[in-house]
């Protein structure tokens, strides 16, 4: 019922080498919303933004599929959601290659926010580490200013950067809910991994929650303030364990 649910709320982009690759209703929506709020006078860092997650999700996505099946697993289809793919591959029931080919997406993300870090240093970019919070960046501003090529890989940065930390949440669908629990099993046996790999996600929830009470809720320096996003990522921790 999960897959059809999948497909239901998905858009079909073809075969590429024998895989199905559907789009994501919420990946669609997520483009359009970014081309509304960037529509007046922002437009082309917009497009940029779109492109850069595309192809972001899309390595990220290739490193899972290229990852499964060398290890004797098989993908017959990818569902490309906001943060990654909603359609796990089948890999072999044992919890190493598990492990591994959940960690094979996070680590495109950590790898293209190193390449882009070691552009903007050269280039002698003076606030990379501004540009590392995944729940807003310092400066908004800094992303969209300068040359296109210097535009394009702040985004990289940032938008890598923070789907890596997104991913590694020990929570589904993200790749850390499949690692945690991967991890686990060895030491736990499988059924309480699932256990304890919930109640996780449930603590990481309560934490976020309680940031979110704490943070300034009077802070409107961005397009939305602090806590909006926390609340958003705890409920759906939550709700997901």
Not at 34 to 40: K, Q, R
Not at 59 to 87: C, N, S
Not at 194 to 214: D, E, K, M, Q, S
């Amino acid at each position: 019922m999960v897959g059809h649910s999948r497909n239901r709320w998905s858009i079909g982009l073809g075969r590429w080498w024998g895989v199905s690759v559907r789009l994501h209703i919420l990946l669609l929506l997520f483009m359009v919303l970014t081309l509304a709020v960037t529509f007046d006078g922002m437009l082309e860092v917009g497009l940029m933004t779109i492109s850069v997650l595309l192809v972001s999700l899309g390595l990220h996505e290739l490193a899972h599929t290229i990852t499964a099946i060398r290890l004797g697993g098989i993908v017959d289809q990818v569902v490309l959601g906001p943060t990654g793919g909603l359609a796990a591959p089948k890999v072999p029931d044992e919890p190493e290659p598990q492990v591994v080919v959940a960690m094979a997406g996070p680590l495109v993300h950590f790898s293209l926010a190193v390449i882009a870090a070691g552009f903007l240093a050269y280039w002698g970019e003076a606030d990379i580490l501004g540009l590392l919070n995944p729940v807003l960046p310092a400066n908004l501003s800094a992303l969209h200013d300068g040359p296109t090529s210097h535009v394009l890989v702040k985004l990289t940065l940032c938008l890598n950067w923070t789907l890596l930390v997104l991913n590694l949440l020990p929570a589904y669908p993200f790749d850390g809910g499949p690692a945690l629990r991967a991890m686990l099993w060895p030491l736990v046996g499988r059924q309480s991994a699932w256990v304890l790999t919930a109640r996780t996600a449930i603590g990481i929830a309560i934490g976020l929650f309680v940031v979110a009470f704490f943070v300034d809720k009077n802070d409107f320096q961005a397009l939305m303030p602090l806590w909006a996003p926390l609340v958003t990522m705890a409920l759906f921790l939550f709700i997901s364990a």
